[in-house]
């Protein structure tokens, strides 16, 4: 098993994390553009499709679902995340995901060998990430696609609390915002750990620009990039 980072308990944070995302207009806002993307990729039936830091399966589980002749690999070291995967595999009946629980560095896949990516809110905790964004480059084919979207700018942990507390508040009301809010307290306690790793300097920041300019000079097209998330994310898709 995968030693877990010190500070948090995954298998909890996990089961929260699928919650309270359920409930967050901004998460689903741009997890909608990025299976939007997704949906468009020209993928025969035996191609390789690849989630990197995969977490609870949000993404890998619909592209399986969009692609249902192709392998979708779901690489993620934490745990907790894969088994609440697995827990979702089931309940959908998706059987063409192969769960790798590995870090990123570790993984070894052949070049010109992946139709498409995905690496949504996970290059910021790697120790390396440019080296993951040349690692991605070498296994896609040429034509590939990816969706890379990080998290590049500091968590105003605060303002989110708000700016979702209010927006639970005016839909459900006090009574279930309460509920909903206790129920996800998992995720707010890893959005300071978060911002802590990032004024620590362990965890990545870039600008906008920045995170362009990378994987431009990886050698990437670059099809759209734009922020999202509330101005934290940036989203860039990207053809070899």
């Known amino acids: ?36 993307t997704c949906r468009g990729w020209n993928i025969a039936g035996d191609d390789l499709i690849v989630d990197l830091g995969a977490g ?6 619909p592209l399986a679902k969009f692609y249902p002749e192709a392998q979708v690999l779901h690489i993620e070291p934490n745990e907790g995340m894969n088994m609440r995967t697995r827990e979702k595999m089931k309940e959908r009946g998706i059987e063409n995901v192969s769960i790798l629980p590995c870090y ?15 690496c949504i809110h996970a290059l910021y905790t ?13 296994w896609l084919k040429p034509g590939g696609q990816a969706v890379l979207v990080d998290a ?17 508040l005016t839909t459900y009301g006090w009574k279930k ?11 707010s306690k890893q959005n300071a750990y978060i911002r802590k790793k990032q004024q620590s300097g362990e965890y990545w920041l870039h600008s906008h620009e920045e995170f362009v300019d990378i994987i431009r000079k990886t050698g990437f097209e670059i099809l759209e990039a734009k922020t999202s998330f509330r101005g934290i994310s940036d989203f860039v898709v990207v053809r070899k």
């Not at 990123?104 to 995905?118: F, L, M, R």
């Not at 790697?126 to 070498?138: A, G, L, T």
């Not at 915002?177 to 995720?187: A, D």
């Open 56 to 61: 609870t399966g949000n993404y890998s589980l």
């Open 104 to 118: 990123a560095s570790d993984v070894k896949i052949s070049e010109n060998s992946v139709q498409g990516c995905t």
């Open 152 to 168: 590049g700018r500091k968590v105003k942990v605060l303002e989110w609390q708000i700016a979702i507390g209010w927006h639970l």
């Open 1 to 36: 098993m995968i030693k877990q980072e010190q500070g948090l308990d995954w298998s909890v944070y996990a089961k929260s994390y699928d919650l309270l995302l359920s409930y967050n207009p901004f998460y689903q806002k741009l997890q909608e553009d990025i299976l939007k």
């Open 126 to 138: 790697f120790k390396d990430p440019e080296h993951i964004i040349r690692q991605i480059y070498r």
């Open 177 to 187: 915002s309460l509920e909903i809010m206790r129920s996800g307290k998992e995720v």
